[in-house]
């Protein structure tokens, strides 16, 4: 029979390997850029329920905004800050909408983006802001990189936008820069309501917790992920699970091997 103190004992043997397993997953979510409170409760909240190694996944899930089935949109415009990838994601979203045989027009209204000679090798109708449209499915717009932390510079692309409504505006935004920067975007470019978020770049970070982060700062869901290059490199629907396991397995350093020791698989 086990003696009371003994099963005392135990316990508190359980409890403090739990906590240092608990610790290790926060230290593990926090090297993936998940900020340090939100790694904190993820890892709190997978101890307190099942351990497997395949719940931990659900946790982030749970807590990223995706859009929910993106059915072909007829009017997307990319604004964001300068050298985001936006150029590059929209040549990505017209060779992703093209495979799906929607006619896709590209509307360039950035002077000194090389998208013209781009979309014209890949046989893509490129036209600039005087042209007339032909008939499309999809109409793509290209705009200029912006400094947001300038107002009149965000006013600007307001008015230049003003000339194509029923227009989804996406804020595209790097998941390699800093969360600061990230925030600052977000708050700077909500004069022009955009509709969503386009991560670009997953490819250069360790830290795609970002996505994570940003869930829980603003409503606006993600739409599309992209990464690699070069072109027409890869472009994705945003989807939370798939965005939970790059996350968690994708470009792992040594502590995530540590934690999927601690952690009864
Ligand atoms: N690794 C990687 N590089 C990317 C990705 N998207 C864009 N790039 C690179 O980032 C650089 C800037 O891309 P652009 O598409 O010109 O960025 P932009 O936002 O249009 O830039 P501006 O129009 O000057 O504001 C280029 O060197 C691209 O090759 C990506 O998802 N992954
Ligand atoms: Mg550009």
């Known amino acids: 029979m086990t003696r009371p103190v003994d099963e005392i004992r135990r316990r508190l043997e359980a409890r403090k390997q739990t906590l240092g397993a608990c610790a290790g997953l926060a230290r593990f979510l926090t090297a993936k850029g998940v900020c340090r409170q ?9 101890f307190q329920k099942s351990h497997h190694m395949s ?22 415009a990319l604004v964001g800050p300068t050298g985001v990838g936006k150029t590059t994601t929209l040549l990505k979203l017209a060779s992703f909408y093209t495979t799906q045989d929607a006619r896709v027009v590209i509307l360039n209204l950035d002077p000194q983006s090389s998208l013209n000679t781009i979309a014209s090798k890949w046989g893509l109708p490129c036209l600039g802001p005087e042209d007339t449209l032909p008939e499309y499915d999809l109409l793509l717009i290209d705009t200029p990189g912006c400094n947001f932390y300038l107002p009149q510079r965000v006013e600007e692309l307001g008015h230049l936008l003003t000339s194509c409504p029923d227009t989804h505006i996406l804020l595209t935004l790097s998941a390699a820069t800093k969360d600061v920067d990230v925030y600052g975007a977000i708050h700077q470019f909500s004069y022009l309501e955009p509709a969503g978020l386009i991560f670009t770049k997953l490819d250069e970070t360790l830290a795609g917790g970002i996505l994570l982060n940003v869930c829980q700062k603003t409503t606006l869901p993600l739409w599309y992920v992209a990464y690699g290059y070069p072109l027409p490199g890869k472009i994705e629907l945003a989807d939370a699970e798939l965005i939970a396991k790059k996350i968690l397995t994708d470009l792992n350093c040594e502590e995530f091997h540590y934690l999927r020791q601690l952690i009864v698989e």
């Open 38 to 46: 939100l790694a904190q409760d993820i890892a709190e909240g997978f």
């Open 55 to 76: 719940k931990l996944s659900e946790h982030l899930i749970q807590r990223l905004n995706v859009k929910s089935a993106i059915s072909l949109p007829t009017c997307l």
